[in-house]
């Protein structure tokens, strides 16, 4: 029942699932408790796994967050990056989940063969603050850059975006909203980096475009902010 209900929602939003998206074990659950700042802890019950894509004509390739890091599906996704890179555009973002990437030296590793891989690295504060603790957001945003990605966007939630890219470090605001429920904010922000990149790939090689990118996916982030639910 929960995946049917699950499929209809992805189909309703003009998005197809391959037929590999069906197995028989049970949905994976992440049950998000909002706090009193709208913010969210979450309780998951998940177990990943999944069959190896089919890459070929594909555009844009994008994992992280559990998908990447969470066995044994974790290994296949990595893979999936890896073999996708140089024939489409592959973005990543790690979305960070402590209690399941595992210890931090292993999960370090895969992230950084992610985003060897990746044109686009998207992450939070929070997930940079994980990955590379001491280092300021300009540090850490080198650091990814060094991997090979042409474009690294860290969201700071109300204080805004950096983005290390063409023309050096990009600083975008944050879209003045009340807070309703954060829940889906780096993913609708993720979604609209994407759709931008598939529309005008410039956004890698040219600083206004990538700007234009950045602005676009903070509006999209603040409208999800105000609205309650994971959506």
């Known amino acids: 029942e929960r995946g049917a209900r699950i499929a209809e929602h992805v189909a309703s939003s003009g998005a197809a699932l391959t037929a590999s998206s069906w197995v028989e074990e049970t949905t994976s659950t992440a049950r998000a408790r909002l706090q009193p700042d709208g913010s969210a802890e979450y309780e998951f019950d998940i177990d990943w796994q999944v069959a190896t ?3 070929d004509g594909v555009a844009l390739v994008h994992s992280g967050s559990i998908a990447l890091f969470l066995q044994p599906g974790g290994d296949t996704v990595l893979e999936s990056l890896e073999r996708a890179r140089g024939a489409a555009m592959v973005t990543v973002d790690p979305n960070i989940r402590p209690a399941l990437v595992g210890a ?3 999960a370090f590793s895969r992230f950084a063969r992610a985003a060897s891989s990746a044109d ?3 992450l939070s504060d929070e997930d940079a603050a994980w990955l590379y603790p ?3 957001p300009e540090q850490a945003l080198a650091e990814i850059a060094a991997f090979g990605p042409r474009v690294v966007v860290m969201t700071r939630g109300g204080e805004g975006a950096l983005a290390l890219g ?7 605001a944050a879209l003045e909203v009340a807070v309703a429920d954060t829940i889906g904010a780096g993913d609708a922000y993720m979604a609209s980096l994407i759709s931008s990149a598939l529309d005008d790939p410039a956004l890698l090689d040219d600083a206004d475009a990538l700007r234009r990118a950045l602005r676009r996916a903070a509006v999209m982030a603040g409208i999800t902010v105000s609205r309650a639910g994971a959506n």
């Open 53 to 55: 894509p089919d890459l």
């Open 104 to 106: 931090h030296a292993d």
């Open 120 to 122: 686009l690295v998207k």
């Open 134 to 136: 001491g280092l300021v």
């Open 166 to 172: 063409p023309g050096g470090i990009t600083e975008v």
